[in-house]
């Protein structure tokens, strides 16, 4: 189990955002249990019609322990809303505890007397049941599976054994496609330098940070002040300063398309037609270099802070948990002999992700547009050296990460010249001196990632190794002059 952030400043867990996943085949032994429609007596109404496209919205506050539940292969079977909660799951046997919530409370209750092993009451769990769950206890990132076995009726609900399952057997034909904002309150916190600062905003003007910071709605800000101490084997000591802030309003891309065909046997077979998971947003930056950095000529990364969040997205009656992590960080390479003092202006967007088709296969999707403008320019000494605020995202589906993406903004300074000193021959009169050479200052982005094994979740062919996304390089200069 993940090792969890400690919270810092940021209120809890809001949903907001996206996927989903879940399907499996029945048990031929339990054919009488898995004709049987998923909770007959919840009060919500199956899904929309498959000529329809499921809709994608960030779950309401009211759905943040929901479940739904589908019978892949029956009639009646498709996925919908029930009152069944999990109770608790094991990671490590794949045993969940299914109970059910009485009308008129939200306490849970068993889903009935006790009954012999391997059995089932009607309209409760059964062999054959995907179940698809916002995070519950024990499953802090949402649960997808399918019940393999029903154990028995314990105190707290019936318990099943599980296994793992993919995303088509639970949304099979239908379409569904959303970008869905991640709440910035609900991102826990980890402070990895001392002078870190974190703000958001939200609507209803709902404020977050140090006194006077302004933040955009629906934007989440982090603030770093620190010392670059000298890199070891760097040629020369060093003293220089980064400072500067991370803005970021990140959403999560979603899109599945269902794809029925017919089998020899004629039986209708679905699956994904065309996939897409990705993380995008706004960005905006502002930081300084200033000082002789003493690196190397390789990278010295420093991340200052980490962030995580589990928002949930409601795919027509299904809730989506989607993991979303964000490491904020300074990288620093160079001679260890130029002198900068540079500050930068960087505002655009960005998308990265994998998306699927059915001739193409997986395929990376890596794009970003930036601005910038310098605020400061000093270059001074012969050298070079590359400064980057970045970020690195991953975005998963329940506990599995599918994409890493890489958003690395940099500053790149160089200077060349020559010095000379001429004194007459015989005479004590003082040396001259000149110098001279030029120096320019360059800004740039780097978007890099991968695409994970993981994303075979949807139900497509398995990867068989990371997908490079490739990397997208785009530089421009920002200034430069004579020494």
């Known amino acids: 189990m993940r090792k969890r952030p400690s919270r810092a400043l940021v209120p809890a867990l809001a949903a907001s955002a996206l996927l989903l996943a879940a399907g499996c085949s029945a048990d031929p032994g339990q054919s009488s249990a898995a004709a049987r429609t998923p909770d007959a007596g919840a009060s919500a109404t199956a899904t929309a019609n498959s000529d329809q496209p499921l809709a994608v919205a960030a779950a309401p506050a009211a759905a943040a322990t929901s479940t739904a539940v589908a019978r892949p292969g029956t009639v009646g079977g498709k996925a919908r809303k029930t009152s069944l909660k999990v109770k608790s799951y094991d990671s490590h046997t794949r045993r969940a505890v299914i109970s059910t919530v ?19 009451t009607p309209g409760r769990t059964a062999v054959g049941d995907v179940i698809a769950s916002a995070p519950a206890p024990g499953a802090p990132d949402g649960l997808l599976a399918k019940v393999t076995k029903v154990i028995g009726e314990t105190a707290d609900g019936t318990e099943v054994q599980t296994a793992p399952t993919t995303l088509d057997t639970l949304l099979g034909d239908d379409d569904a496609k959303g970008t869905v904002p991640v709440d910035p309150a609900s991102f826990d916190v980890e402070r990895l330098l001392p002078d870190v600062k974190v703000s958001w905003a939200k609507t209803g003007d709902i404020h977050s940070g140090p006194e006077g910071t302004k933040v955009p709605l629906g934007s989440l800000r982090v603030d770093v002040a620190t010392k670059v101490a000298t890199a070891e084997g760097a040629p020369a000591s060093a003293d220089a300063s980064v400072s500067g802030f991370v803005q970021v309003k990140p959403e999560v891309d979603f899109s599945y398309g269902g794809d029925a065909s017919t089998a020899s046997n004629g039986s209708t077979a679905s699956g994904p037609g065309a996939a897409y998971l990705g993380v995008s947003g706004d960005w905006t930056s502002q930081w300084a270099l200033k000082g002789r950095a003493g690196a190397t000529a390789k990278p010295v990364r420093l991340p200052f802070a980490k962030l995580h969040a589990d928002p949930v997205l409601q795919v027509g009656p299904v809730p989506v948990v989607v993991n979303l992590d964000l490491t904020c960080y300074f990288e620093i390479s160079g001679d260890g002999r130029v002198t900068v003092d540079v500050e930068q202006d960087l505002k655009g967007d960005f998308k990265a992700g994998g998306t699927f088709g059915t001739a193409a296969g997986w395929t990376p999707v890596n794009e970003s547009h930036m601005d910038s403008s310098p605020v400061r320019t000093s270059v001074t000494t012969a050298g070079s050296v590359k400064a980057a605020l970045g970020a690195q995202a991953t975005v998963g589906l329940y506990g599995a990460v599918g994409v890493t993406a890489d958003l690395a903004p940099y500053l790149r300074g160089e200077a060349a010249g020559t010095v000379t000193a001429t004194t007459p021959v015989g005479s004590g009169t003082k040396s001259d001196v000149a110098a001279s050479g030029s120096w320019a200052l ?15 979740i949807f139900g497509t062919p398995v990867i068989q190794h990371a997908i490079p996304l490739g990397t997208l390089h785009r530089e421009w200069k920002l200034a430069d002059g004579k020494m």
């Open 102 to 120: 009485s009308k008129g409370t939200s306490s849970p209750s068993p889903t009935g007397s006790p009954t012999p092993a391997g059995t089932a």
């Open 442 to 456: 360059y800004g740039g982005l780097d978007l890099s990632g991968t695409l994970q094994i993981q994303l075979a």
